[in-house]
């Protein structure tokens, strides 16, 4: 179980991290195209991370003893897994969150449709009280 929650969580949290990168560099795309440009970014180096572990479980599944192979099952399992569900599950999960409550993104941006604030029925009261003269009115003669 933690096999799958500590591959899953550290991809997730690097692709996360390029997202609110890229959610800077690049203002004028949309949510879908950042997620999608992330993934991309970061996906070789998912592969040479989860392909040299798994390469290496496999080692332990076909050559290990009865004792290691139950083990090396499970990490392969917990490996493919991880990177399944950061990648493809992660990111879409995001996507309808942002689209069923959306709010300001990195740039400070609302997103995916967002609705404009409404407008407080009560006005809040102003700063300065009433009987003070504005800054900008002229000042009586002396």
Not at 21 to 32: G, P
Not at 43 to 49: D, I, K
């Amino acid at each position: 179980m933690l096999t799958v929650v500590g591959y899953s969580l550290n991809d997730t949290i690097i692709i996360f991290d390029r997202v609110r990168e890229n959610l800077r560099k690049f203002r004028r795309q949309n949510l879908y195209e950042i997620l999608n440009l992330s993934i991309n970014e970061t996906l070789p180096r998912s592969v040479l991370t989860h392909g040299t572990t798994i390469a290496t479980t496999l080692a332990l599944l076909l050559l290990a003893g009865e004792v290691i192979r139950p083990f090396a099952w499970v990490m392969s399992f917990g490996i493919f897994t991880g990177t399944f569900s950061s990648i493809y599950i992660a990111a879409p999960v995001l996507l309808w969150i942002e689209k069923r409550w959306p709010g300001e993104d990195a740039r400070g941006a609302r997103t995916l449709g967002a609705r404009a604030p409404a407008t407080p029925a009560i006005s809040a009261p102003s700063a300065t009280p009433p009987s003070a003269p504005s800054p900008r009115a002229p000042q009586p003669a002396r």
